[in-house]
């Protein structure tokens, strides 16, 4: 047993790579190693926090998976070099901040019958490479959905938040985590000093490794255009569109202040679930700083660079619960994309029995009790406001 896995032992570095290296068998990690800047950073960030014996044993368990994940990847290139010769074509991603309508645009534009969504079970275990003839019975489908049940365990108003289901489309936040370079780690175990590291880096190579796994998943898995989700991806548009050049954008708004304290409860119970420290004003100190650095970053890249402004449709989160139909409508003649009757039917059928509406009402919150101030909010995001300000509605 490697000294990274000692119970109650400090995470450290080179233990854990050694111990995904035995659990393997495999030592290559490949040419392309900048991953191990995020790795660093995350590793540290779990210490710097002094944490508890449950946090550290969820956060040494994760890393050491991702580490064998991608030994595994490259592995898999040597034996089947066909992987990474894949074209993985011009996807069509919703990028627009954390709980202003990215789901349900996102879980209807993945009806489409020609759409290809990678499964949150797939960017949670992304190796194996999934098969199609097993896609919708494989085992880690019940692995990762046992992690949730044991999330909703521990933090029940889980389920008046968010969808718990694994089949469901995933966020691309949860493949980036491969690259050690999600907001995925900050809401899963806190580590306000990583939080604080992508707040203020452009991650290199992050891009990379996505489009890595977008080539493992459709290589033996389902095929179809790819249509991907993630806040995160408002950090990099440039990164974005250098890996995926046709790459089309929807871009939801809805009022930051609105946004920041419904993700702000959204991570306090996740944090819960997983027994991270909790502090609901660091929480949402957190939240603010991490995401007006991304809505900052991403404005500018629209201003200064007319071939990312060309790549984007702006939708209001209030057009998206008016009318779901014309939101999807609105995107498809955006792109030129054809709008099947089929895909018109499944998302009559969809929005029918829409699980997400029972939630609808249940999920309080308020920025005051996550010390986020609203005039901070619009005085930090005064060029978003004024330049998106129509698009945020009341809704």
Known sequence: MSAGSEP???????ALIAEATALTGLDDFGADRSFLTGYGKLV???????????????AHGKIVGLLATRLRYVQDEKDHPEIIAQEVGEPLVVCGLPR???TITYDLLCLDPVARAPREW???IPWPAPEEATFDSDPRIAQVQSIYEN??????????????????PGECNHGMMLHFASTNFPAELGVPDFSQWLQQTV?????RTHKRMLQQFQWKGPKGRWTLKSPQHLFDLAGLLEAYPGAMLVWTHRDPVKTFSSLSSMISSFLAAVGAPQDDHAIGRSVLDTWSAAMARATEARSSRPDIEGRILDLAHAEIVADPVAA?????ARFDLPLSDEHRLRIGTFLAGNPAASRLGKHKHSPEQFGIDPDEV???????YERYGHLLGRA
């Open 203 to 207: 991650p290199e190579g992050q891009y």
């Open 151 to 168: 999330w909703l365990a521990h933090a029940p108003q889980l389920a008046d938040i968010q969808r718990m289901d694994c089949t469901q």
């Open 122 to 124: 797939e960017w949670y």
């Open 328 to 332: 999807v409508e609105s995107i498809y």
């Open 378 to 384: 619009r005085e930090r995001l005064a060029v978003y």
């Open 100 to 102: 202003t309508g990215t």
């Open 8 to 14: 109650g032992t400090a995470l450290d570095a080179d």
């Open 44 to 58: 540290a960030a779990v210490e710097a926090m002094s944490p508890s014996a449950q946090l550290r044993e969820t």
